[in-house]
């Protein structure tokens, strides 16, 4: 089982920034994808930004230019830098781990808690 946390959420006024923070379970012998989700009231969920095991980045169209994932040398942490907020990034952002590796226990998708991201204007 590995646990996923993420931290970092809050308020802030629109033009504002925040950093949010997704800490995972630490196997040395998995290899790590990780990403970055997000819902907002009354829609589904959609991703954000996210990092493959080879170290790939990619964002949403959403967030490119405004948003900078980028990864610790443990590799099963990750940050959100998010800048220029506006209030459609208002949502709660979830932090997804799958795992992978030679090793068969390096499999599943696990899902964090999520943390509440509220942009004001």
């Known amino acids: 089982q590995v646990e996923v946390v993420e931290s970092g959420g809050g308020s802030v006024q629109a033009g504002g920034s925040l950093i949010l923070s997704c800490v995972a379970s630490s196997y040395s012998y998995c290899r790590y994808a990780m990403s970055w989700y997000r819902q907002a009231p009354g829609k589904e969920r959609e991703f954000v930004s996210g990092i493959d095991t080879i170290g790939k980045i990619n964002y949403a169209d959403a967030v490119k230019g405004r948003f900078t994932l980028s990864q610790d040398n443990s590799k099963n942490t990750i940050f959100l830098q998010m800048k220029s907020l506006t209030a459609e990034d208002t949502a709660v952002y979830f932090c997804?781990?799958?795992?992978?590796?030679?090793?068969?226990?390096?499999?599943?998708?696990?899902w964090g808690q999520g943390t509440q991201v509220t942009v004001s204007t």
């Open positions: 997804k781990t799958v795992l992978g590796g030679a090793v068969s226990a390096c499999r599943g998708t696990y």
